[in-house]
């Protein structure tokens, strides 16, 4: 089955300056690729995605760029803000099933 | 946007007693449910998928006779964790796949169960 592997597990950024989460995956069908933002107790937010036709996507402070190739996507948040502060998830879908990465506690340094 | 519910948000059960988990898509039908299981700083991890009319899926290593999952219509999914222990204790989250946008998944609330 799928495997999702994200880095880091910890990030801490000052406020204003960017930050960056990354995932590899291991099943070259999987097709497409969301990110979503999870707060304590909370279900997970979709915040972007991307689809395997595409290679980079950008929503105002957040893009989401992916290597089909190398098998990789990342995350780009930039003029990170408080809010920004919670736990990221990568995710792949294949085979109907969505496999999630371990997640990336970001917290931003006021 | 799709809306899932899920009910309830918290339980607290006593150890060997069980406890049902319901999941509504409330303005889409869902054929295929997802059941997720989160445990604390970690990950959510598929148990099984629930499929409408039919027997659900479950991934490896998770007991089909302690968490029974029952999809009987179109817009409601159950989970049932029977004879819980306190390992149970756990955040559960359904998914749906949302019908219009593709690809795109809708969560409900979770639950957060605590087996004491």
């Known amino acids: 089955g799928e495997n999702v592997e994200q880095h880091p597990s910890t990030l801490s950024v000052q406020e204003g300056d960017s930050a960056v989460i990354k995932c590899t995956y291991s099943d070259s069908a999987s097709n497409y690729f969301p990110w979503y933002k999870q707060e304590l107790g909370k279900r997970p937010q979709l915040i972007i995605d991307i689809r395997s036709n595409v290679g980079e996507k950008k929503d105002q402070r957040i893009a989401v760029t992916l290597n089909k190739t190398a098998k990789h996507f990342s995350l780009h948040i930039t003029e990170t803000q408080p809010e920004d502060s919670a736990v990221y998830f990568c995710a792949a879908l294949g085979n109907e099933k969505l496999t999630f990465g371990t997640g990336t506690r970001l917290t931003i340094i006021p | 946007g799709a809306v899932v519910s899920q009910h309830p948000s918290w339980v607290i059960c006593k150890s060997g007693t069980s406890v049902k988990i319901e999941c509504r898509s409330l303005?889409?039908?869902?054929?295929?449910m997802f059941w997720y299981r989160q445990f604390p700083k970690q990950s959510l991890m598929l148990m099984a998928t629930?499929?409408?009319?039919?027997?659900?899926?479950?991934e490896q290593g998770v007991e089909k006779d302690k968490f029974l999952i029952n999809h009987a219509s179109l817009t409601l999914s159950t989970l049932t964790v029977t004879s819980a222990h306190p390992e149970d204790s756990s955040f559960y989250i359904c998914s749906a796949r949302e019908p219009w946008r593709g690809n795109g998944y809708t969560f409900g609330s979770g639950t957060r169960l605590t087996v004491v």
């Open positions: 629930s499929n409408e009319g039919s027997k659900a899926t479950y």
């Open positions: 303005d889409f039908q869902a054929t295929t």
